[in-house]
């Protein structure tokens, strides 16, 4: 069974301040199938990044992806007001797999 | 643009059955594999099941299998969710997704597109 493990769960910023959010696999993430999507409150995901590094449209460039194999990171370079939301990893190398999710909040 | 939206959503007593659907509009439908994912109150994404192009593959989460069926029809540009002997867990909101272009050894490729769900509650 595909685990995806993020952390932390929760992530306390002030806007402007750099996020780092981390994905880690329990196995090896097929040819880096990795992607990440924001949620907010009564909303829909939207994706942010495919393919472990590549932003999808219209994604501001403050957010970019990382890692390979088995550890993955989502970073936001300056939080945006708008950034303070929910993150969540997919892996779809195999099957689908969502991680457990990282939300980002307002210290 | 792309659009998404799910409809069939309610209150069913457990054990009953419900259909959902996921009426597609914006793109060609055909040529895009299908997904649904749930969140139950409070909760993360759960993938649920998926679908091929034609509809001649289809893939399911442990939990679900046996009870949950997804289909397709390319005609109406829908994705069908039926579902069968209904539990508490299955309480959530469903969403419709649509997978984006695969390479050919893919089984699927990430979701691209999202309707806003439609919420299912299970409950006597």
């Known amino acids: 069974e595909f685990v995806l493990t993020q952390s932390p769960g929760t992530l306390s910023l002030s806007p402007g301040e750099r996020a780092t959010l981390s994905c880690r696999a329990s196995q090896t993430v097929s040819r880096n199938y990795l992607a990440w999507y924001q949620q907010k409150r009564g909303q829909a995901p939207r994706v942010l990044i495919y393919g472990a590094s590549s932003r999808a449209t219209g994604i501001p460039d403050r957010f970019s992806g990382s890692g390979s194999g088995t550890d993955f990171t989502l970073s936001i370079s300056r939080l945006e007001p708008e950034d303070f939301a929910l993150y969540y990893c997919l892996q779809y190398g195999s099957s689908l797999t969502f991680g457990g999710g990282t939300k980002v909040e307002i210290k | 643009d792309e659009r998404l939206v799910e409809s069939g959503g309610g209150l069913v007593q457990p054990g009953r059955s419900l259909r959902l659907s996921c009426a597609a509009s914006g793109f060609s439908f055909s040529t895009h594999a299908m997904t649904w994912v749930r969140q139950a109150p409070g909760k993360g994404l759960e993938w649920v099941a998926s679908?091929?192009?034609?509809?001649?593959?289809?893939y399911y989460l442990d939990s679900v299998k046996g009870r949950l069926t997804i289909s397709r029809d390319n005609g109406k540009r829908s994705l069908y969710l039926h579902m069968n002997s209904l539990r508490g867990d299955d309480t959530a909101i469903y969403f419709c997704a649509r997978h984006g272009a695969r390479e050919a050894y893919q089984a699927f490729s990430y979701m691209d597109a999202w309707g806003k769900g439609t919420r299912v509650t299970v409950s006597s």
């Open positions: 679908i091929n192009e034609d509809g001649s593959d289809k």
